[in-house]
């Protein structure tokens, strides 16, 4: 049994997280939020998982205090209209990288429990297995 995991970005963007000893390195790294209207139901969440470890990376839910509720998504685009696939998994190989982005996967953020402003930061945990990666999400204006 591989031992828990966890690994802490003090800021989005970082390379580099830190991990507890035995394990290799996973970085989470452009960790990001689109801003949305004041009063939005739902935002969305993009990220690059770096796998440096030498396990495969297999994260079915992710969890962060300041949204209701959160789903991982695939946005498909079928005859011209776009539609989201839920119960998606993020998946990266030992030394491969899994994105997060925009017309993509992304992270679903039900109902915000406070305002999300650009500048500001939230902490999204993503749960893969015996390994929880927590990254720190900056909200900005969308890209
Ligand atoms: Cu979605």
Known sequence: ???KVVCLLAFAGLALAACSAGEGIVAVEDAWIPAAPPGAG????YLTLRNGSAGALRCERASGADF???EIHRTLIEDGQ?????????????GATASLAPGGMHLMLFRPQRELKPGDTTALTLHCGETNVAASFRIQEPR
């Open 68 to 70: 209701g509720a959160i």
């Open 82 to 94: 776009s539609r989201m696939l839920r119960d998606q998994v993020i998946e990266a190989a030992p």
């Open 42 to 45: 739902v935002m969305a969440g």
């Open 1 to 3: 049994m591989k031992a």
